[in-house]
Each structure stands twice: as structure tokens, then as C-alpha cells.
């Protein structure tokens, strides 16, 4: 570790944050399914899941970094095509707010947003994923 005293060495590293918009109130490590070896599925690791005091069950884990930047162009184009219920910007909604700074999200992709896709008419679809593309880090 490149830490030089015991105090940096116990400090987690910061590599995202993102306002959920709820309270978690337990975080355990595990998946809502059961997977299967030879499963044509998407590598992950780490994967946690968080339930929130309003009933709500979120997942956090780790894909690899060319499907994330994917996601993200995605999720980007999104947001700019589909207005939100009360026309509240993404970006703000999912700010990390703490008592002593402000940080837009960075590190997550917003599920709900990707699957907003979904929802989309077939031109819409079309116009979204106009010029995205997987780069294969392979």
C-alpha cells in the first residue's frame, strides 16, 4: 500500500458517491439469484446488497470498466431524452450531499435510468443508441 501511517492505512479509499434518495439500514454481501456456472451473464464482483428503511432492495457491484463506460454514455444520453417527474435534472437529484460538501455522483450507473430505456418507443431507442459503442478492453 502506498500509505505511509497507520491512520492513511485505515482510511477507505473514495471511489464513488451517489445519493440514493432513501436511508439504508442494513448492507449484506450476496445476490437476489442464483448463478450458474456456464450462464451467459455479465462479470461482476463484489456484489452487495442494501435494504433501505422504505422497503427498497439496491445492488452495488463491479463490471468491468468497458461496459460501465457503455452504461454511462447510455445513461447519459437518457437523461437528456427523458424528463423527469417534475422536471428535476438527474445530475442534481443524484448529487452526494454531506454536511461539509457537495459532489455530483460519480462511480455508480442508475438502474432506473437504463431501465428507462425500456419505456422508450422504437425511434426513440434508435436516436438513444445512435453512435454507442462497446470498446472490448479485451
Known sequence: SAANTEEERSQMTEVGHIHLG??????????????????????????????????????????????????????????????????IDHSYYRMFRAQRKDENSQGFIDGDVIESFLDLDRESMEEVCENLVRVDSS
Open 22 to 87: 432513501e436511508h439504508v439500514n442494513i448492507m449484506r454481501h450476496g445476490s437476489l439469484v442464483m448463478q450458474h456456472l456456464g450462464d451467459n451473464t455479465v462479470q461482476h464482483s463484489g456484489s452487495i446488497l442494501m435494504g433501505t428503511v422504505e422497503g427498497s432492495i439496491k445492488l452495488i457491484t463491479q463490471i468491468p470498466q468497458d461496459l460501465f463506460d457503455l452504461l454511462q454514455e447510455l445513461q447519459s444520453k437518457l437523461t437528456k431524452k427523458i424528463k423527469s417527474v417534475g422536471r
